[in-house]
T-cell receptor, first 112, second 110 residues
Framework: DAGVTQSPTHLIKTRGQHVTLRCSPI?????VSWYQQVLGQGPQFIFQ???????GRGNFPDRFSARQFPNYSSELNVNALLLGDSALYLC???????????FGQGTRLTVV | GESVGLHLPTLSVQEGDNSIINCAYS??????FIWYKQESGKGPQFIID?????DKRQGQRVTVLLNKTVKHLSLQIAATQPGDSAVYFC?????????FGAGTTVTVRA
């Protein structure tokens, strides 16, 4: 079985642009969460989606949005990029009702 | 703000010795804790978890201890190997999200 897959693995964007990051959960997992990990820090929760609906949101501005598709894959969108948005963006999936989350390898976003 | 944190940012250990990584948490209502290992260029990897109604849980070469009185969590790694070199995070699970501390970087000396 494939694990959580994220694309792209690396991305460089200019301030003010927008970006879309993609995540495919493990087969059978209906819950997808997004985390931001700034260099030298632990991951910070951004969103969780379950059955295509937002279940929770962390302390991030409205420039951050996400959605989940019928096949349970997910996209994270960030508008009006700032230098401070440079980070590793992690996607995690989990089975219904289970707390163990499986992480992808992340997308390294650099904003210049 | 973060609800969990680690005592030391770095730990250097001799190969074959035991490692102990500590973590303090602040939310006494938390009922589930997890340790993750993150190697360079990879996402966090689940190591072991423990629920608040337990004091100790053992896995393969790893043991997690939970002291709810002082809100302290620790991860013990037996016979540390070079492959154990990584950043270790404790995380608190609350409903739909995980709250991570800043992490401890473990370096194994040959």
């Amino acid at each position: 079985d494939a694990g959580v897959t994220q694309s792209p693995t690396h991305l460089i964007k200019t301030r003010g642009q927008h970006v879309t990051l993609r995540c495919s959960p493990i087969s059978g997992h209906k819950s997808v969460s997004w985390y931001q990990q700034v260099l030298g820090q632990g991951p910070q929760f951004i969103f969780q989606y379950y059955e295509k609906e937002e279940r929770g949101r962390g302390n991030f501005p409205d420039r951050f949005s996400a959605r989940q598709f019928p096949n349970y894959s997910s996209e994270l969108n960030v508008n009006a990029l700032l230098l401070g948005d440079s980070a590793l963006y992690l996607c995690a999936s989990s089975r219904t009702g289970e707390t163990e989350a499986f992480f992808g390898q992340g997308t390294r976003l650099t904003v210049v | 703000g973060e609800s969990v944190g680690l005592h030391l940012p770095t730990l250097s250990v001799q190969e074959g010795d035991n490692s102990i990584i500590n973590c303090a948490y602040s939310n006494s209502a938390s009922d589930y804790f997890i340790w993750y290992k993150q190697e360079s260029g990879k996402g966090p990897q689940f190591i072991i978890d423990i629920r608040s109604n337990m004091d100790k849980r053992q896995g393969q070469r790893v043991t997690v201890l939970l002291n709810k009185t002082v809100k302290h969590l620790s991860l013990q790694i037996a016979a540390t190997q070079p492959g154990d070199s990584a950043v270790y995070f404790c995380a608190e699970s609350s409903d739909y999200k995980l709250s991570f501390g800043a992490g401890t970087t473990v370096t194994v000396r040959a």
